[in-house]
């Protein structure tokens, strides 16, 4: 199972807006709505910003939104703050060899 | 809320056995979740390693099946990881996770266990 495609890096000054996007396949992305997306800062475990393409978590800031256009799964944050200085990973659920994968990662700069 | 916490040694031998536990608290391993491992290497990403339903059903990955085992103890609400003929490749942060939720809850991950293979 090959891991979900991401930019390695994205870059955003603060209060732009900016977008990480997650490609698959029809097994993965585009086959079911199970996409979820995690930020981890250096140290610490992943923390979940969205779950199910576009569902955030209670507690997660509403500039962080989730979408999907057939394989590919997109993060937006919107207003970037340097808070948001971190990697970030999405996962899906997959129909072949493993029932999850993970992306590749993207490391998000506030310049 | 469902809270999971990672145990386990931090150092093991190069073709030793890694094991670490996961403990359940605030809900019942019991509840119709899959419950999974998931390694960090240092600096690198994530890969899921495995995953156990409280019925004792288990899915593995297969780079690593022929030397991961996946246990649940009711009893005690928690499950475990072992991983055999450990090498330094093994290095890594161990989570235990709930990847997908059930009924449409959000997921949710321990904090992670660091586990390095070194003699």
């Known amino acids: 199972q090959s891991a979900l495609t991401q930019p390695a890096s994205v870059s955003g000054s603060p209060g732009q807006s900016i977008t990480i996007s997650c490609t698959g396949t029809?097994?993965?992305?585009?086959?079911?709505?199970?996409v979820s997306w995690y930020q981890q800062h250096p140290g610490k475990a992943p923390k979940l910003m969205i779950y199910?393409?576009?569902n955030r978590p209670s507690g997660v800031s509403n500039r962080f939104s989730g979408s999907k256009s057939g394989n590919t799964a997109s993060l937006t944050i919107s207003g970037l703050q340097a808070e948001d200085e971190a990697d970030y990973y999405c996962?899906?659920?997959?129909?072949?060899?493993?029932?999850?994968?993970f992306g590749t990662g993207t490391k998000v700069t506030v310049l | 809320q469902v809270q999971l916490q990672e145990s386990g040694p931090g150092l093991v031998k190069p073709s030793g056995t890694l094991s670490l536990t996961c403990a359940v608290s605030?809900?019942?391993?019991?509840?119709?979740?899959?419950w999974s491992w998931v390694r960090q290497p240092p600096g690198k990403g994530l890969e899921w390693i495995g995953e156990?339903?409280?019925?004792?059903?288990?899915n593995y990955n297969p780079s690593l099946k022929s030397r991961v085992t996946i246990s649940v103890d009711k009893s005690k609400n928690q499950f475990s990881l072992k991983l055999s003929s450990v090498t330094a490749a093994d290095t890594a942060v161990y989570y235990c996770?709930?990847?997908?939720?059930?009924?449409?809850?959000?997921?949710?991950w321990g904090q992670g266990t660091l586990v390095t293979v070194s003699s």
């Open positions: 996770a709930v990847l997908i939720a059930a009924a449409g809850t959000a997921p949710y």
């Open positions: 605030g809900g019942s391993i019991s509840s119709s979740n899959w």
């Open positions: 156990i339903y409280h019925s004792g059903s288990t």
């Open positions: 029809s097994s993965d992305v585009g086959g079911y709505n199970y």
């Open positions: 199910d393409v576009s």
């Open positions: 996962s899906s659920y997959t129909s072949s060899s493993t029932p999850y994968v």
